[in-house]
């Protein structure tokens, strides 16, 4: 069997044998299960963090991936149908569960890695509780959970993409993930643009008010130009930036 470390895929004598030869992270992917544009499913989010939990998976020997965690903090969506979101002490309580079990068979690092932004603050908590907790558990934080990393950045801006185009929540950026990731969720004849102004100072907007306030549609960005070539390479940048601020 080639190795692979999705925990719901092994046995647990795979586990045993795992953590014996030197396995000691589990990557631990959260997504959301909130609107992405009249064009790309639900489960956006949840299908980009396993996709990356994945790829730096490969990145870090030794590391072993938990199953997704498709429900996340998305209470920015209200007023879409379909949103499903959890209080932030809700869902930094099941990361204190779920790492207080790794840490009885043998992990000493847990990497939270979250491909939705709203996140940010569920894992702030759970981050600081385990801290307290387990002191000999090592959590890592990424730093671009909630900002879109430069290198990402920079690839769309090669490609002559704009950051109002890219966007912030279904735009170039997301879809062209998306269309990588499973072009058959991708409803094409139904992508629009939605809010295309300043990406950077919205965020507190968005926080504060939603974004049904800022974007009728539940767009940031552009998705007209979305490709999937190019979303593999988002996701690869994003993937390695993760792996060189783990390993810095
Ligand atoms: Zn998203």
């Known amino acids: 069997m080639a190795y692979q470390p999705n925990l719901a895929h092994l046995t647990w004598p795979e586990v045993a044998r795992a953590v014996a030869a030197g396995a000691d992270t589990v990557i631990l992917p959260l997504g959301a299960t909130e609107q992405h544009g009249p064009h790309l499913p639900l489960g956006t989010d949840t299908l980009r963090a396993e996709d990356l939990a994945r790829r730096l998976a490969a990145r870090l020997p030794g590391a072993l991936v938990a ?43 847990l990497v939270l890695l979250s491909a939705h932004g709203g996140n940010g603050r569920a894992l702030a908590l759970a981050a600081e509780r385990l801290r307290r907790e387990l002191p000999d ?89 979305a490709r999937a070539a190019r979303g593999e390479r988002y996701l690869e940048a994003r993937a390695g930036a993760l792996a060189k601020e783990l390993l810095a």
């Open 67 to 109: 199953p997704v965690l498709p429900i996340g903090c998305s209470d920015e969506h209200a007023g879409f149908p379909g949103l499903l979101s959890l209080d932030a002490a809700t869902l930094a309580a099941v990361i204190v569960d779920c790492a207080r079990r790794m840490a009885a068979w043998g992990i000493t690092r």
């Open 137 to 225: 558990l090592r959590v890592w934080l990424p730093a671009q959970t909630l900002a879109p990393d430069e290198a990402v950045l920079a690839l769309a801006a090669e490609a002559g993409i704009a950051p109002e185009e890219f966007g912030l929540h279904a735009g170039e950026g997301e879809t062209s993930e998306v269309l990588w990731l499973r072009p058959d969720l991708v409803r094409a004849e139904a992508a629009e643009a939605g809010y295309r102004g300043e990406m950077t100072t919205i965020v507190e907007t968005l926080q504060r008010l939603g974004l049904k306030a800022v974007t009728p549609n539940g767009v940031l960005g552009d998705p007209a130009r």
